[in-house]
C-alpha cells in the first residue's frame, strides 16, 4: 500500500510540475498573441487613417472601426437561398 501511495505521489507531483509549465507557456502565449493584436489593430488603423486622407472619408477623430478579430467570420453568402434546381428536360 504504501508502494501504491508513493507511485501515486510521484505521478501527482510530475502532473503538478507539467501543469506549471504548461500554465506558463499558455501565460507567455497570450502576451505575445496581445502584443501582436495591438500590433495589427496599430497597422489596420493607420492604414485606414491614410486610405481615409487619400479618400476624404476619415472618420471622426481620424480612428477607422476596426474588426472584431475575435468573432466568427461573416458569411460571403455564397449559398444564399434554395439552390435552384435544373428544370428536366424530356427525351
Known amino acids: 500500500m504504501d508502494r501504491l501511495n508513493a507511485k501515486l505521489y510521484l505521478q501527482n507531483c ?3 510540475k507539467e501543469n506549471e509549465r504548461l500554465r506558463k507557456k499558455a501565460l507567455l502565449l497570450n502576451q505575445e498573441n496581445q502584443a501582436l493584436l495591438s500590433e495589427l489593430k496599430q497597422r489596420l488603423a493607420k ?6 486622407n487619400s479618400n476624404g472619408n476619415a472618420t471622426a477623430g481620424g480612428r477607422a472601426s476596426l474588426p472584431d478579430l475575435n468573432s466568427a467570420p461573416p458569411a460571403h453568402g455564397h ?5 435552384k434546381s435544373k428544370k428536366a428536360t424530356a427525351k
Do not use: H, L, N, S
Open 79 to 83: 449559398d444564399k437561398g434554395a439552390p
Open 47 to 52: 492604414t485606414a487613417v491614410t486610405k481615409g
Open 14 to 16: 510530475y502532473i503538478m
